[in-house]
């Protein structure tokens, strides 16, 4: 069994950071991709990024160069962290987890997968 959970949401002002963090517990965890979404209410999912246990990561177009995706295999942890907020990154973030590579975790993940684990996600708001 896996369980997902996020931490180290909350609010800051635009050019602020943050750093969110996903523990992971369960023996699958060791072999699977982990990556970050997120959602504004009434919007898509956006696929933000993505890690493998060997460390190879990929981001969306629209965080590259501002978030940061590391892990920590021994701790099973792994950490986003957040450069340069602006208000349009205001969002419910959530951690995932499955057996795809980063990429395609990033391009399909969806909570109707049955072979995904997600968090109940971290709230993110950053003011102007």
């Known amino acids: 069994q896996v369980q997902i959970m996020e931490s180290g949401g909350g609010s800051v002002q635009a050019g602020g950071s943050l750093r969110l963090s996903c523990e992971a517990s369960g023996s699958k965890f060791r072999t699977y991709s982990m990556g970050w979404f997120r959602q504004v209410s009434g919007k898509g999912r956006e696929g933000v990024a993505a890690?493998?246990?060997?460390?190879?990561?990929t981001y969306a177009d629209s965080v590259k160069g501002r978030f940061s995706i590391s892990g920590e295999d021994t701790k099973n942890l792994v950490y986003l962290q957040m450069d340069s907020l602006k208000p349009e990154d205001t969002a419910m973030y959530y951690c995932?987890?499955?057996?795809?590579?980063?990429?395609?975790?990033?391009?399909?993940?969806?909570?109707?997968?049955?072979?995904?684990?997600w968090g109940q996600g971290t709230q993110v708001t950053v003011s102007s």
């Open positions: 890690i493998d246990n060997d460390g190879k990561t």
């Open positions: 995932v987890a499955g057996p795809y590579s980063p990429v395609t975790l990033l391009r399909r993940a969806s909570p109707d997968d049955p072979f995904e684990y």
